[in-house]
Nanobody, 126 residues
Framework: QVQLVESGGGLVQAGGSLRVSCVAS????????MAWFRQSPGKEREFVSA???????YYANSVKGRFTISRDNAKNTVYLEMNSLKPEDTAVYYC????????????????????WGQGTQVTVSS
């Protein structure tokens, strides 16, 4: 019923750009916080960025100034524009939705989110 599907991943050279998308089906997320996380082999899933229902955005220090999160509620889609990509950005990128009020207070933590996509691979080469 509720599904999040990421797309747009791929291979890009360092310094390049890529935009990944996440489309929700079975529900609308206009009132909820949406976020991007990423995970590399052998590492824990880490917070990348979030956008709240009021449009406020938040970024991990590692991507601040390079990545931009946005949402199009009419299309039920959240985007992550990635610029000046580095090899260390290589990971599977996951989108997530948080419905609970506490999600806004703990938006950097995985347990704050109720729904997750399957992920899309982003590989940055030198």
């Amino acid at each position: 019923q509720v599904q999040l599907v990421e797309s747009g991943g791929g291979l890009v050279q360092a310094g390049g750009s890529l935009r990944v998308s996440c489309v929700a089906s079975g529900h609308t997320f206009s009132r909820y916080i949406m976020a991007w996380f990423r995970q590399s082999p052998g590492k824990e899933r880490e917070f990348v960025s979030a956008i709240k229902s009021d449009g406020r955005t938040y970024y991990a220090n590692s991507v601040k100034g390079r990545f931009t999160i946005s949402r199009d509620n009419a299309k039920n889609t959240v985007y992550l524009e990635m610029n000046s990509l580095k090899p260390e950005d290589t990971a599977v990128y996951y989108c997530a939705e948080g419905r609970r009020s506490d999600s806004n207070a703990y938006y950097t933590q995985s347990p704050s989110y109720d729904y997750w996509g399957q992920g899309t691979q982003v590989t940055v080469s030198s």
